[in-house]
């Protein structure tokens, strides 16, 4: 008997991850940019913290939807993920 082949992984959820990833250079950037406009430590954290968390929301929507879509084609051809 043969294995059955799962969905491929969608180009959203590959590029889901990079929010992950490439979070610390653009951020010190950001924080350091806006730490030269006067605001302060805290206040420039707070406000890269916001944009990265916006950012990686606006870019994991999509892939959500992808995914839920991709596990549900697995399931009905009968693939399941044990963890």
């Not at 180009?11 to 010190?28: A, C, D, H, N, Q």
């Not at 006067?38 to 992808?66: D, K, M, N, V």
């Amino acid at each position: 008997m043969g294995d059955i082949e799962r969905a491929k992984v969608s180009r959203w959820e590959k590029i889901g991850y990079w929010p992950f990833l490439g979070v610390i250079f653009p951020s010190y950037i950001v924080t350091s940019i806006l730490r030269s406009l006067g605001c302060g430590f805290w206040g420039s954290i707070g406000i890269a913290l916001l944009i990265f968390l916006t950012t990686a929301y606006l870019l994991l929507r999509p892939a959500r939807e992808e995914r839920s879509k991709r596990l549900a084609s697995d399931l009905e051809r009968g693939v399941f993920d044990c963890v």
